[in-house]
């Protein structure tokens, strides 16, 4: 019911900054019933990790490694949500994933990921 479309991966120095944005489409009802966005990231050999959360109410939550340094926003006219990231770090490079959360019935959503490397 909802499609996902991530973009603005790429290769940045450390202490460079990026801005990922994810694009949800789908029925009315389906955007309606959005919970949470979110996004993911998952290093090579590594579990997939929480990054950070928003909900339709503007609550946030962050993993503590990115506390301070990156910040979600969602733009409700555009069903996007945003991933801005500064203060990179070497330790941030990982695979993006943004996902949608959908209370009724529960449902994850996933976009395809997108690839962030930070060079030291």
């Known amino acids: 019911q909802v499609q996902l479309v991530e973009s603005g991966g790429g290769l940045v120095q450390a202490g460079g900054s990026l801005r990922l944005s994810c694009e949800a489409s789908g029925s009315s009802f389906s955007i309606a019933i959005i919970a949470t966005m979110g996004w993911y990231r998952q290093a090579p050999g590594k579990q997939r990790e929480l990054v950070t959360i928003i909900t339709n109410d503007g609550g946030t939550n962050y993993a503590d490694s990115v506390k301070g340094r990156f910040t979600i926003s969602r733009d409700k006219v555009r069903n996007t949500v945003y991933l801005q990231m500064n203060s990179l770090k070497p330790e941030d490079t990982a695979v993006y994933y943004c996902?949608?959360?959908?209370?009724?019935?529960?449902?994850?959503?996933w976009g395809q990921g997108t690839q962030v490397t930070v060079s030291s």
């Open positions: 996902n949608v959360f959908v209370g009724y019935p529960p449902s994850n959503y």
